[in-house]
């Protein structure tokens, strides 16, 4: 073979992988949460703040926590694929209200004090689900981010699958596209619904 | 109207472009001279349409018109007017275009300074370039359009990225990307050699000046981006192996092997198909770099917003002109012949083992940038190669190319003689090896791996300085010796001087990183901490305003043996609209040391003006790393203005002219 052509080998190779990477997000670390049981909490709900939420409410349904904030560029792109979502019966999908004051850089939380900051909370978050459509079938407020912390938040949005016996069996980063949905979220559900 | 125009101006540019692509490399085929005769009028037409789309982005910019998307996503009313300008490049549309004005530059000055090369070549490297441009403008109308209206526009602008809003960081992209983009001139020349099938001695001088005037451009941008993430991050780090660090690194290093590699074609007519793959190979990866950079499939802190649509375009740019011009090298590349023969001891064999040094160390920087790319494609998990790796990798393989710098400009050309080579050097060697490996003592304690980086340092700048007299001396024909020195070639000073540079690079990173001090200590008001044998004394911080920030400023006195020094400033500035914290580290500079003070968090976050983190560094020869890059640039700028390439040029002329006839 003509040694020449060994850079054009090389070339393809490398062409071969950063098409591959293409499709693959860096950003998308594996959850060591997967196959454990959903961290337990009790949070107050958002649409009414004097009831509170905890997952255990949820068993034997297979449901999905989604990450959110106002704040949350994001969140925003990925909004209108959870309202269409939220209109297939087979999904339950409960929100997770992350750090909405003091996770807005533009908001110093400090100042407001908890009550102060809770009560800002509850106005933007359901001024937000008013504007945008609340695909939720209730959303839980995580103030100060402690659930996000048991669930290894670290980039809003994301999502969790949560089977029946409250086992998390699949985490999504970053918004959920139609693509990951269809190809995704659905098949899986599908199949813990058997 | 003015985005309007500049879109209109780009979508003529490409049309151009494709025209300038296309013409001129047919006609050089065809021998149609008009064909030919049309690369440099057109050339100089792309450039002005690019000059106008540039100036229009520009003044939309200046006039604060956030009716364009790209200008309310990155400036602000309240950015002070050089941010403004800046802020052009601040991000992903704006900075493509900035690409492409620098490319249309590079092109502009080839086809100014090109009078004495045959037209037919000036034609084919024209034309290459034309199609580079063409596929950049192509990219930029189709998936990055930096004129696309935001209607109805918005209020205030969303403010360029506080990370970039420095002095440093305004020349840093133009710098780096004159590097990158100066490659497309040495490649464009690659290119027309093999279509021609003239890959000759002519052709590496003519491509010479343009890929170390390229080199430098590199060499400045790298330093300043490093610089200013040695001053601006807080970390007081100078380097960190970033996958887009890295993705500019690797041009440098391939780009440092063509300048020599191009230095052996020239004199003796060897490595021939080697240099013609190597100036293929450092515009791939100055276009492979844009593509880790701004299509997501690696994590840095440099990278863009992106698009996977982005991705795929410049994937397929990538396959499309790295493909094509290895296929044309395959196919070309077996006809050429080998060139001057040399021995295995020769300057021939020393400038190739720097070159395949150079050549490795490039690839262990690609293959530890793309690691984790390649664990991920295959499904083997998630990782990051960070410093330890590059370090342990890296420097092992410096050590002879450091080495090979003071050996090869003794060695002659063809066969040299390691009996004479030692004989000459042994003398340099040894005052080496003492200076070099007794200095770590006066830092208070001996180190190998710093010793043997001195010793390597001081071998250098021996070995240069004894090359300049022996050459004085045998060129001096009965002159007197002050005389003979001004007579040197500017090449050969330019030479050295860069050689030199890589040795006072060499002092800074060795130095440094053995006996760097850093405390990270809690400090209130009135408290002193003792770093390095400076005495840093707190004194509380206190807000100010900035144009477009609130800044908490800190008083740090700067103290040596009871007398105070200066007072520092550092300082932690939150931006208006981004409400993103910035810190700003005071350092003072000195030629032996730099003290450096950031200030990390305040211990209780409601009173700012109470105890704080602070960071206190001690960075012994740290300013020594760029200045060193200065040196090497300087080196190349010297280089550049050799009286040969002038003198070339008015003898050139007619011999190519009849040259050109001949053929025709």
Same mark, same amino acid.
């Given at each position: 073979?003509?040694?020449?052509?060994? &850079? *054009? %080998? @090389?070339?393809? /190779?490398? $062409?071969?992988? #950063? !098409?591959?990477?293409?499709?693959?997000?860096?950003?998308?670390? =594996?959850? &060591? *949460? %997967? @196959?454990?049981? /959903?961290? $337990?909490?009790? #949070? !107050?709900?958002?649409?009414?703040?004097?009831?509170?939420?905890? =997952?255990?409410?949820?068993? @034997?349904?297979?449901?999905?926590?989604?990450?959110? !904030?106002?704040?949350?560029?994001?969140?925003?792109?990925?909004? =209108?694929?959870?309202?269409?979502?939220?209109?297939?019966?087979?999904?339950?999908?409960?929100?997770?209200?992350?750090?909405?004051?003091?996770?807005?850089?533009?908001?110093?939380?400090?100042?407001?004090?908890?009550?102060?900051?809770?009560?800002?909370?509850?106005?933007?978050?359901?001024?937000?689900?008013?504007?945008?459509?609340?695909?939720?079938?209730?959303?839980?407020?995580?103030?100060?981010?402690?659930?996000?912390?048991?669930?290894?938040?670290?980039?809003?949005?994301?999502?969790?699958?949560?089977?029946?016996?409250?086992?998390?069996?699949?985490?999504?980063?970053?918004?959920?596209?139609?693509?990951?949905?269809?190809?995704?979220?659905?098949?899986?559900?599908?199949?813990?619904?058997? | 109207?003015?985005?309007?125009?500049?879109?209109?101006?780009?979508?003529?540019?490409?049309?151009?472009?494709?025209?300038?692509?296309?013409?001129?490399?047919?006609?050089?085929?065809?021998?149609?001279?008009?064909?030919?005769?049309?690369?440099?009028?057109?050339?100089?037409?792309?450039?002005?349409?690019?000059?106008?789309?540039?100036?229009?982005?520009?003044?939309?910019?200046?006039?604060?018109?956030?009716?364009?998307?790209?200008?309310?996503?990155?400036?602000?009313?309240?950015?002070?007017?050089?941010?403004?300008?800046?802020?052009?490049?601040?991000?992903?549309?704006?900075?493509?275009?900035?690409?492409?004005?620098?490319?249309?530059?590079?092109?502009?000055?080839?086809?100014?300074?090109?009078?004495?090369?045959?037209?037919?070549?000036?034609?084919?490297?024209?034309?290459?370039?034309?199609?580079?441009?063409?596929?950049?403008?192509?990219?930029?109308?189709?998936?990055?359009?930096?004129?696309?209206?935001?209607?109805?526009?918005?209020?205030?602008?969303?403010?360029?990225?506080?990370?970039?809003?420095?002095?440093?960081?305004?020349?840093?992209?133009?710098?780096?990307?004159?590097?990158?983009?100066?490659?497309?001139?040495?490649?464009?020349?690659?290119?027309?050699?093999?279509?021609?099938?003239?890959?000759?001695?002519?052709?590496?001088?003519?491509?010479?000046?343009?890929?170390?005037?390229?080199?430098?451009?590199?060499?400045?941008?790298?330093?300043?981006?490093?610089?200013?993430?040695?001053?601006?991050?807080?970390?007081?780090?100078?380097?960190?192996?970033?996958?887009?660090?890295?993705?500019?690194?690797?041009?440098?290093?391939?780009?440092?092997?063509?300048?020599?590699?191009?230095?052996?074609?020239?004199?003796?007519?060897?490595?021939?198909?080697?240099?013609?793959?190597?100036?293929?190979?450092?515009?791939?990866?100055?276009?492979?770099?844009?593509?880790?950079?701004?299509?997501?499939?690696?994590?840095?802190?440099?990278?863009?917003?992106?698009?996977?649509?982005?991705?795929?375009?410049?994937?397929?740019?990538?396959?499309?002109?790295?493909?094509?011009?290895?296929?044309?090298?395959?196919?070309?590349?077996?006809?050429?012949?080998?060139?001057?023969?040399?021995?295995?001891?020769?300057?021939?064999?020393?400038?190739?083992?720097?070159?395949?040094?150079?050549?490795?160390?490039?690839?262990?920087?690609?293959?530890?940038?793309?690691?984790?790319?390649?664990?991920?494609?295959?499904?083997?998990?998630?990782?990051?190669?960070?410093?330890?790796?590059?370090?342990?990798?890296?420097?092992?393989?410096?050590?002879?190319?450091?080495?090979?710098?003071?050996?090869?400009?003794?060695?002659?050309?063809?066969?040299?003689?390691?009996?004479?080579?030692?004989?000459?050097?042994?003398?340099?060697?040894?005052?080496?090896?003492?200076?070099?490996?007794?200095?770590?003592?006066?830092?208070?304690?001996?180190?190998?791996?710093?010793?043997?980086?001195?010793?390597?340092?001081?071998?250098?700048?021996?070995?240069?300085?004894?090359?300049?007299?022996?050459?004085?001396?045998?060129?001096?024909?009965?002159?007197?010796?002050?005389?003979?020195?001004?007579?040197?070639?500017?090449?050969?000073?330019?030479?050295?001087?860069?050689?030199?540079?890589?040795?006072?690079?060499?002092?800074?990173?060795?130095?440094?990183?053995?006996?760097?001090?850093?405390?990270?200590?809690?400090?209130?008001?009135?408290?002193?901490?003792?770093?390095?044998?400076?005495?840093?004394?707190?004194?509380?911080?206190?807000?100010?305003?900035?144009?477009?920030?609130?800044?908490?400023?800190?008083?740090?006195?700067?103290?040596?043996?009871?007398?105070?020094?200066?007072?520092?400033?550092?300082?932690?500035?939150?931006?208006?609209?981004?409400?993103?914290?910035?810190?700003?580290?005071?350092?003072?500079?000195?030629?032996?040391?730099?003290?450096?003070?950031?200030?990390?968090?305040?211990?209780?976050?409601?009173?700012?003006?109470?105890?704080?983190?602070?960071?206190?560094?001690?960075?012994?020869?740290?300013?020594?790393?760029?200045?060193?890059?200065?040196?090497?640039?300087?080196?190349?700028?010297?280089?550049?203005?050799?009286?040969?390439?002038?003198?070339?040029?008015?003898?050139?002329?007619?011999?190519?002219?009849?040259?050109?006839?001949?053929?025709?």
């Amino acid at each position: 073979m003509n040694r020449f052509l060994w &850079p *054009l %080998v @090389g070339f393809v /190779a490398l $062409v071969i992988l #950063l !098409a591959v990477g293409l499709g693959l997000n860096p950003r998308d670390v =594996p959850s &060591p *949460l %997967v @196959g454990k049981p /959903a961290p $337990v909490f009790t #949070l !107050a709900r958002v649409d009414a703040p004097e009831k509170s939420f905890s =997952p255990q409410e949820m068993r @034997g349904k297979v449901w999905l926590l989604n990450v959110w !904030a106002s704040w949350c560029v994001s969140c925003r792109q990925e909004h =209108p694929v959870l309202v269409e979502m939220a209109k297939n019966p087979a999904i339950t999908l409960i929100g997770l209200n992350y750090k909405e004051v003091s996770g807005d850089g533009a908001i110093d939380a400090d100042k407001l004090g908890e009550e102060g900051e809770r009560r800002l909370a509850l106005q933007r978050a359901n001024a937000w689900l008013r504007e945008h459509g609340n695909p939720y079938a209730l959303s839980a407020l995580d103030l100060n981010g402690r659930v996000g912390i048991d669930y290894g938040v670290y980039g809003v949005p994301e999502t969790y699958v949560i089977d029946k016996s409250g086992l998390i069996r699949m985490k999504h980063t970053g918004p959920i596209t139609p693509d990951v949905f269809s190809g995704k979220i659905l098949p899986l559900i599908a199949e813990l619904n058997k | 109207m003015l985005p309007e125009l500049g879109q209109f101006a780009l979508i003529v540019a490409f049309c151009v472009a494709v025209v300038q692509g296309v013409l001129p490399l047919v006609g050089a085929h065809r021998r149609q001279l008009r064909w030919i005769a049309l690369a440099r009028p057109a050339a100089s037409a792309l450039t002005l349409l690019i000059a106008v789309a540039f100036g229009c982005l520009t003044a939309s910019f200046v006039q604060n018109d956030f009716s364009v998307l790209y200008v309310a996503q990155h400036s602000n009313s309240l950015l002070p007017l050089p941010y403004r300008v800046a802020a052009v490049w601040g991000g992903h549309e704006g900075s493509l275009l900035l690409w492409v004005m620098m490319l249309a530059l590079w092109m502009l000055a080839v086809a100014a300074f090109s009078r004495q090369l045959p037209d037919a070549m000036v034609a084919r490297v024209l034309g290459v370039l034309g199609l580079v441009t063409a596929g950049f403008l192509l990219f930029i109308l189709v998936t990055s359009n930096p004129f696309d209206r935001l209607l109805p526009g918005a209020e205030e602008g969303r403010d360029l990225n506080p990370l970039l809003q420095d002095p440093g960081l305004v020349i840093h992209p133009p710098m780096l990307y004159m590097g990158y983009v100066g490659f497309s001139v040495a490649y464009a020349f690659a290119v027309s050699a093999l279509l021609s099938g003239q890959l000759d001695a002519a052709w590496a001088r003519w491509s010479r000046p343009w890929t170390t005037a390229a080199w430098v451009f590199l060499t400045f941008g790298i330093a300043l981006g490093s610089w200013w993430a040695y001053y601006e991050l807080g970390w007081g780090g100078w380097w960190f192996w970033d996958p887009v660090e890295n993705a500019s690194f690797m041009p440098w290093l391939l780009g440092t092997a063509l300048v020599h590699s191009l230095a052996v074609t020239e004199k003796r007519g060897s490595f021939k198909n080697w240099t013609v793959l190597l100036a293929i190979s450092a515009f791939s990866l100055s276009l492979l770099g844009t593509f880790l950079v701004r299509s997501g499939v690696l994590t840095s802190v440099h990278a863009f917003a992106t698009d996977p649509r982005r991705g795929i375009f410049i994937l397929a740019f990538l396959v499309v002109v790295i493909g094509s011009s290895l296929v044309l090298f395959a196919w070309r590349a077996p006809k050429v012949g080998l060139g001057g023969r040399f021995g295995l001891v020769s300057r021939e064999s020393f400038l190739l083992t720097n070159n395949v040094l150079l050549v490795v160390a490039c690839a262990s920087v690609l293959l530890g940038t793309l690691y984790p790319l390649v664990i991920d494609a295959l499904g083997l998990g998630k990782l990051s190669v960070g410093p330890p790796y590059f370090d342990s990798v890296f420097a092992p393989l410096m050590i002879p190319v450091l080495f090979l710098i003071g050996v090869a400009p003794f060695a002659r050309w063809k066969n040299a003689s390691i009996a004479e080579l030692s004989r000459t050097l042994r003398w340099a060697f040894v005052s080496a090896a003492i200076v070099g490996g007794a200095a770590p003592l006066l830092m208070g304690e001996w180190k190998p791996l710093v010793a043997l980086s001195l010793v390597l340092a001081v071998w250098i700048v021996a070995t240069a300085g004894l090359n300049f007299v022996v050459r004085v001396q045998s060129t001096r024909a009965g002159r007197p010796f002050m005389a003979a020195c001004r007579q040197q070639p500017r090449s050969f000073l330019g030479m050295h001087l860069a050689h030199i540079g890589v040795a006072v690079f060499v002092v800074g990173v060795a130095l440094v990183s053995g006996y760097q001090a850093e405390k990270d200590v809690r400090m209130d008001i009135g408290d002193t901490v003792e770093v390095g044998g400076y005495t840093f004394r707190f004194g509380g911080v206190r807000t100010e305003e900035g144009p477009n920030y609130t800044a908490l400023v800190g008083d740090v006195e700067l103290q040596r043996s009871g007398r105070v020094l200066r007072v520092l400033h550092p300082e932690k500035r939150s931006y208006v609209s981004s409400a993103m914290p910035m810190t700003e580290a005071a350092i003072d500079t000195g030629f032996l040391r730099d003290v450096y003070v950031s200030l990390g968090e305040p211990i209780d976050r409601a009173r700012p003006d109470g105890p704080w983190a602070v960071r206190v560094y001690h960075k012994p020869f740290v300013d020594w790393i760029w200045g060193g890059c200065v040196l090497m640039a300087l080196g190349g700028i010297l280089a550049l203005s050799d009286r040969r390439y002038r003198l070339a040029a008015r003898a050139a002329a007619p011999v190519a002219g009849v040259a050109d006839q001949a053929k025709a």
